[in-house]
């Protein structure tokens, strides 16, 4: 709760300090002009005065120049709101598991979970996990599997039916159809423990300091 409110001040904070420097702005154009078009009629020329016309296009310029940073400020503002709206989302995923791109897994763990998003439907899917030193330790024959994320569990067992030892492994994907590769991306699952903002919008900070963006989720568990 407190990660949300403290978002949510922040934001607003931020939010504020840009609408005021856009009216600071916007102000100081409008002194500017005025005191420019104040000048030019006392000093114009009384046999060759202001034309009305080009005043009035002057005017009009300002104006359309009023409106681009009215829509700016709109446009701040909006974004600041949805900026709190995710942050309040990302906040409430602590504690949960995420299934995001990578190809890192670790056996009789949490994160025995992995997944795929295949382009298009594939006849056949093959998942092979490597060991730390590029070995196949394990070769997984899915048979057919549909387009979107797909999510499996690796129950730890070598190809000789033995239990894989503790450490880091990898996996990829390979996915047939029509004898043509499927384009995929491997999926892992990661413990999400909280969550931050920056330029690049709402991040996740995964277990094992991994950081990944809010749109990166695929699943969540």
Known sequence: ???????????????ASATAASRTSTEETEDRFLALLVAQMKNQDPLNPLDNAEVTSQMAQLSTVQGIEDMND??????????????????NLIGHGVLVP?????????EDVM?????????????DIFDASGNVVRRLNLGPREEGVNVLAWDGL??????????????SINAIQGGQP???????LGMVNS????????????????????ADIRQIF
């Open 1 to 15: 709760m407190s990660t949300v409110q403290e978002a949510s001040s922040v934001s607003s904070l931020f939010g």
């Open 74 to 91: 709109t446009l701040l503002s909006l974004a600041a709101s949805m900026g709190v709206n995710q942050m309040a989302q990302a906040a």
């Open 102 to 110: 990578g190809d890192s897994i670790s056996p009789a763990q949490y």
């Open 115 to 127: 997944g795929f998003e295949l382009s298009r439907p594939a006849d056949q899917v093959t998942v």
């Open 158 to 171: 070598t190809n000789d039916g033995i239990t894989a030892p503790a450490g880091d492994y990898r996996f």
């Open 182 to 188: 499927v384009d995929s991306t491997a999926l892992h």
């Open 195 to 214: 969550v931050s903002q920056n330029s690049q919008g709402v991040q996740l900070n995964l277990a094992g300091s991994e950081n990944v963006s809010y």
